[in-house]
């Protein structure tokens, strides 16, 4: 069975760094787009960054460009979003996902494309 574990999520003052990694099992993982994706209260689910495993391509929310790094070590089957610089703004629930990349075509990072969701880890920044 697919499964997506993530964690890492914990309380940072603002300006503060966290690493989450998503964990993945039961499915051939260069073949997925993992992305990361957060919602915060009263907000909508966004699309933080994803990254495809079978071309290596990257995207990230503008709000986060410059300040967080999405990377794949496919050798545990593990992808990590490094979050520096971190604002109150970023505090939320943070989700990994994936779906087959043959499911899109091309990559794209937004929830309603995503076919398998892990419990999400929360994220608070403190200012």
């Known amino acids: 069975d697919v499964q997506l574990q993530a964690s890492g999520g914990g309380l940072v003052q603002a300006g503060g760094f966290l690493r989450l990694p998503c964990a993945a099992s039961g499915f051939t993982f260069d073949d997925y787009t993992i992305g990361w994706f957060r919602q915060a209260p009263g907000k909508e689910r966004e699309g933080v960054s994803c990254i495809s495993n079978s071309d290596g391509s990257i995207h990230y929310a503008d709000s986060v460009k410059g300040r967080f790094t999405i990377s794949s070590d496919n050798a545990k089957n593990t992808v990590y979003l490094q979050m520096n610089n971190l604002e109150p703004e970023d505090t939320a629930l943070y989700y990994c996902?994936?779906?087959?990349?043959?499911?899109?075509?091309?990559?794209?990072?937004?929830?309603?494309?995503?076919?398998?969701w892990g419990i999400g880890t929360l994220v608070t920044v403190s200012s």
């Open positions: 996902a994936a779906v087959l990349w043959e499911y899109t075509g091309s990559l794209i990072c937004h929830h309603n494309y995503m076919k398998y």
